[in-house]
């Protein structure tokens, strides 16, 4: 896979990630329904638990690319900031556009 096509799937996986909570009431997608519904805390869980997967696709793609580079807290700073902002569409159709009744 070239390097261009690795950034790509990355991005796309993380967009895929970050919305999963919003649309689904199951817990971390394939596990039990959360009930009725499904609280904001545990929605916020899941974007966490979400936010390290694809992260470690990342590392993953990055060591079969080539040599590992070093991370600082900035680098994790801006990551989340960027998996926040991909996840507002989701955020957005969850609690602003869909009806709830």
């Known amino acids: 896979m070239s390097l261009t096509a690795s950034i790509w799937l990355v991005i796309v996986a993380a967009f895929i990630a970050a919305n999963l909570p919003f649309v689904n009431h199951r817990l971390l997608v394939v596990g039990p ?5 499904k609280a904001l805390a545990v ?6 638990v979400l936010y390290f997967l694809v992260g470690g696709l990342a590392l993953l ?5 080539g040599q590992i580079a ?13 998996f926040l ?3 507002f569409p989701g955020f957005i ?9």
């Open 70 to 82: 070093p991370q600082g807290w900035e680098f994790y700073a801006i990551t989340g900031t960027l």
């Open 33 to 37: 329904v959360a009930g009725p519904r």
């Open 43 to 48: 929605r916020l869980a899941e974007l966490i």
């Open 93 to 101: 159709y969850r609690y602003l556009l869909r009806r709830h009744g």
């Open 61 to 65: 793609l990055e060591r079969r690319a």
């Open 85 to 87: 902002t991909l996840a």
